[in-house]
């Protein structure tokens, strides 16, 4: 097969692999970026193999920087942009199923390809637009599926984390399991206890927010990966998410997540702070979530809430309701978006400060409720965010000091 025409972003590296070529050694496109430019998806990395080793090319190259030079990948500056060249390799044992104990450069391609995870990410690219694939991966395109390269027992006890990036092919893509594969994930899942959360929760992250989310959650359970993921041994609540539509989408990470934990029974995010080490900003929007998603069951949304939780969140809440079929009010969100005076307490028009001096008002408890109180009523709508109604309200309501 000859690709014939060349996306922008690989018209733009051609100069590179053709310098390579030109001092004598061989160099492709090769990964995902081949494969989606095969699907005419959009490409994001553009990754070049080389039989160059890495010292030969830093030869070849006026610019370059060590990135992973042990690995065999030399970061290569031309023209603004930046390519990640990486030597023909293979690997030696791994030593705790993600990473090699050893990497052995080599001069073929054909043995580069065959340590590839699955046949579709095998394929390489000549600057001629020739694609080579030795391991069927065009005929699986074809036919819709995900095929481990060679023995797919081989490929998951090398890195398990290969399980999750199946499961994200599978929800990406909507592509089906190759049987043997997945009969391998399924024998290698307990391996997922051993590899870092923090790269589980990407793969996760990335299946949940997929288009075909429902089919890589779908085989999730029926790999039995879940009781290897932290929270996740409730299969009865799990699978509760595949009771929306088939084809709803999550709009991002923190409706996926913030649902999957309200499924789960979670009250906040925390849970994903402490297991799945996420940033707290993350846990906090997830909390945030959950809380509007509790207050929107027991009815609508007030303006303290949209104060508090923003509108992002209630909107977020209202969507999941819409794909459940339950009663929404998008307009009554946008309303009280509206009249929101303040968005935050430095928005008010007097400061604490102001109105210690103004009224007498010595620091402590007092000030901090009085304008907590002058807060909560501006968000209400029942007090208007200006110097002159702000001071009129201090003086009919608290006493001078």
């Not at 084809?247 to 995010?269: C, E, I, M, P, R």
């Amino acid at each position: 097969m000859r690709v014939e025409k060349m996306p922008a972003e690989f018209v733009k590296a051609l100069p590179i692999l053709q310098k390579i070529r030109n001092s004598g050694y061989e160099a492709y496109f090769v990964g995902g970026s081949v494969r989606d430019v095969l699907l005419h998806r959009q490409i994001h990395d553009v990754d070049i193999a080389t039989s160059a080793y890495p010292a030969e090319t830093k030869q070849i190259f006026e610019h370059t920087i060590d990135i992973g030079i042990a690995h065999g990948t030399v970061l290569v500056l031309a023209d603004g942009d930046e390519y990640e060249v990486t030597t023909f390799r293979t690997e030696d044992v791994y030593v705790d199923y993600r990473r090699p104990s050893h990497v052995n450069f080599v001069r073929q391609l054909s043995e580069d390809l065959l340590r590839r995870d699955f046949t579709i990410n095998a394929f390489a690219l000549a600057d001629d637009g020739q694609v080579i694939d030795l391991h069927g991966g065009i005929a699986d395109l074809e036919a819709e599926i995900l095929r481990a390269v060679g023995n797919p027992a081989e490929r998951f006890n090398e890195d398990a984390l290969r399980i999750m990036r199946g499961l994200r092919f599978a929800a990406v893509l909507n592509f089906d399991l190759e049987s043997k594969t997945f009969a391998s994930m399924k024998d290698h899942a307990h391996l997922l206890a051993k590899i870092s959360i923090e790269r589980i929760f990407i793969e996760l992250d990335k299946l949940l927010t997929a288009d075909y989310w429902h089919k890589g959650f779908r085989d999730l359970l029926a790999i039995e990966a879940y009781p290897y993921l932290p929270d996740f041994s409730d299969q009865t609540a799990l699978a509760r998410l595949l009771a929306l539509p088939s084809d709803f989408k999550f709009t991002n990470s923190v409706q996926a997540w913030g649902y999957l934990a309200h499924q789960l029974g979670a009250t906040d995010g925390k849970f994903l702070l402490k297991k799945w080490k996420v940033s707290r900003e993350f846990s906090s929007a997830v909390s945030d979530f959950l809380t509007a998603y509790h207050k929107r069951q027991q009815g609508d949304f007030s303006p303290e809430d949209l104060y508090k939780l923003g509108k992002s969140s209630l909107t977020l809440v209202e969507e999941l309701f819409a794909a459940q079929n339950l009663e929404t009010n998008f307009e009554h969100i946008s309303v009280l978006d509206s009249q929101l005076q303040i968005r935050s307490r430095q928005a008010i028009a007097v400061s604490a400060g102001q109105i210690m001096t103004a009224f007498g008002i010595q620091p402590g408890p007092q000030i901090g409720q009085l304008y907590h109180q002058i807060e909560l009523e501006i968000v209400k709508g029942q007090l208007k965010n200006t110097p002159q109604e702000i001071f009129n309200y201090v003086k009919r309501n608290f006493e001078r000091t």
